[in-house]
Nanobody, 117 residues
Framework: QMQLVESGGGLVQPGGSLRLSCVAS????????MGWYRQAPGKQRELVAV???????NYVDSVKGRFTISREDAKKTVYLEMNSLKPEDTAVYYC???????????WGQGTQVTVSS
């Protein structure tokens, strides 16, 4: 059973940076595409960024140029580098692993990111 553990969230001022990490309990090499989602209070969960097993990345328009998703399969870890943070980036950020064959999705417990002065 795949388990995901996020870390790196916290309180940051507007314009600041954070790096989120997600460590998987099982190998993600060539099997899983990995993504970061977020959910703000009163809003639906939205996809922020996704990276395929081949390393192709896509982003929601609102974070393009500011966020970077990356993965280190040997460490079973995916990262989300967040720069130029805005108050509207405030949300709980969730890591997702999507199995490319079974289409099974796994989720982490979430990490809070708060952007405020």
């Amino acid at each position: 059973q795949m388990q995901l553990v996020e870390s790196g969230g916290g309180l940051v001022q507007p314009g600041g940076s954070l790096r989120l990490s997600c460590v998987a309990s099982l190998s993600i090499f060539k099997i899983y595409s990995m993504g970061w989602y977020r959910q703000a209070p009163g809003k639906q969960r939205e996809l922020v960024a996704v990276i395929t097993s081949g390393g192709s990345a896509n982003y929601v328009d609102s974070v393009k140029g500011r966020f970077t998703i990356s993965r280190e399969d040997a460490k079973k870890t995916v990262y989300l580098e967040m720069n130029s943070l805005k108050p509207e980036d405030t949300a709980v950020y969730y890591c997702n692993a999507h199995h490319s064959i079974s289409y099974q999705d796994y989720w982490g417990q979430g990490t809070q990111v708060t952007v405020s002065s």
